[in-house]
């Protein structure tokens, strides 16, 4: 596939991601099959189904943590085919995890610190040695991750472990770090997942501003209203196919999403 | 030393310094004290402790810092001290000097780290112990056997007469007199370890606050997070068993020079397991514990030769031989710092914290990641 070819069935422009036909099989079962998916940049792109329809799946092949077994992806352009996660994070892919993966027993602002790794450069005979270069990276890794805790609003909390955070909490540490990480596209695996209202609308907000800062979201979501209120497009998966993609409330009507949520017969 | 005093010290300038300086007195008088306490043993067994301490700091980088459990740490200790031994003993009648030596030595268990953790780091938990555990066994038993058909390490015998350290031409094994104070070789011997502890010690404070250190420990929390932040894991992890086994080989080389004499026996399976208790013991990650760890586990086996006597002393008889009662209470000592003090005798205020959950809402969460892991 060449990325001019997925010019012309995009919406315009080069697609920041492009998945092309992925497809996963473990064993005898097909978790993904066939399932293509473009992401512009600047967009928010929502990927709905029922439990068990290969979203993970497809987010874990995006990110290098699986490789599909049939199907391409590329960033910007750029194959993603066998690159391991951390190659795939260097080349501005970010993600968080559905079940929650801080490290758990590392301070929050640590947590965000550790995402600057992949944009910083001191070795061991900097880190032993200090000198003024690694002393200036040091700083700025922790200015900047200070900065992207205020962003998400645990400005407060730099100095608590991670695990004694709140859950809301921790869901948002997840995305200051993988913020850190300066990703040009990030993927958050239900971000809003055992969220109340009022922490559902704040996240809501907190996201358009990180997409106001020119990071593109693609986001898995459960939560309806979120996903109807914040994306620009929705993709639905169903028994590891894509059986839908438009603009929210063209998705909302689509019968095969009906049946695939409610059974045969709904719509 | 960072640890050593609280928080609230350590504001106040002054009193860090004085402190500092009160600590340093006393390290250049312990030899002294020591000896005029216990003995001229006892300043070789402080040599000792501080040649463990060095060990027990290079195994902390690998087990407590990034998590990787390494049962064959001794490999790398026997590296360095074989490569001093073969190279500036008669066995070859090769005198190079130590200043040039026990860098490299440091560098080629450097390089023997590598070569381990490549092919084996891709493996997790037991089963990383497991295949160091092999690779310790299989650099012993090499040393054992290398003197055919070539005879590089004399087998069993081990290499003798291996040259002392020097020091602008004095043998540090010699007595010298300094301002009209009689340095014995132990007392100098306990200068330079001491000064090289502190090195390694500085080294490693360095490390653990850095973006290397936080890497490590982001390993260590959960390596598929810390992979898809962008860490190089593998990489990371190699780093950690180079920089570990650069700090064995150190020792290694040292202990040779010291000792004037290494065979495979003292690189033992049981050694490995020494040092990685004084880690755990002291406190896994956590420097200032496990300097506390090495020093005790250095000291307790040889206060115990005492209870021999005492016996003797007291009923007339050993009824127990001090080297089984070694044994015993050593593992009865572990099993009670297992069942007490999980962390180890000085943790960090983190650690403590991890293991000790104060409130349901952790222990449900704890359960929660356990529930992740096996997924």
Known sequence: MTPSAERDGGGGGEPLLAARAVTKRFGGLTALSEVSLTVQVGEIVGL???????KTTLFNCFTGLYHPSAGTVHLEGRPLAGLKPHAVAALGLARTFQNIRLFANMSVLENVMVGRHVRTRAGVLGAVLRGPRTRAEERSIRERSLDLLDGVGLGGRADQLARHLPYGDQRRL????ALATEPKLLALDEPAAGMNHTETAALKGLLETIRGRGV???LIEHDVRLMMDLCDRVAVLDYGRKIADGPPEQVQRDPAVIEAYLGAGAA | MIGLLPDRLYRDRRIAWAAFGVLAVLLIALPFLVEAGLGRTWVRILDFAMLYVMLALGLNIVVGFAGLLDLGYVAFYAVGAYFYAILASPQFGLHLPFW???PMGAGIACLFGVLLGAPTLRLRGDYLAI?????????????????????VT?????????????????????????LGVQISGPHAHYYLFLGLTL?????????????IGRAWAAIREDEVAAEAMGIHTRNVKLLAFAMGATFGGLGGGLFAAFQGFVSPESFTLMESIMILCMVVL???????GVILGAVLLTMLPEALRYVGPLQQELIGRVAVDPSDLRMLLFGVALVLVMLFRPQGLWPSSMRARELRPDNPDQVRQEQESLYDAER
């Open chain 2, 131 to 151: 295949v160091t555990l092999g690779f310790g066994e299989i650099i012993r038993i090499f040393l054992n056997n290398l003197n055919a058909p070539v005879n």
């Open chain 2, 100 to 102: 040039a030596l026990l």
């Open chain 2, 199 to 211: 090195l390694v010690i500085f080294a490693a404070i360095r490390l653990q606050h850095s973006r």
């Open chain 2, 154 to 178: 004399n087998g069993p015998q081990g290499i003798n007469m291996i040259d002392p350290v020097r020091i602008g031409g004095h043998a540090l094994t010699r007595p010298i007199e300094i």
């Open chain 1, 174 to 177: 997840e995305i200051a770090r």
């Open chain 1, 216 to 218: 593109t979201l693609l």
């Open chain 2, 282 to 288: 002291g406190g896994m990650g956590h420097i200032p």
């Open chain 1, 48 to 54: 709905i189904g029922p439990n068990g329809a290969g």
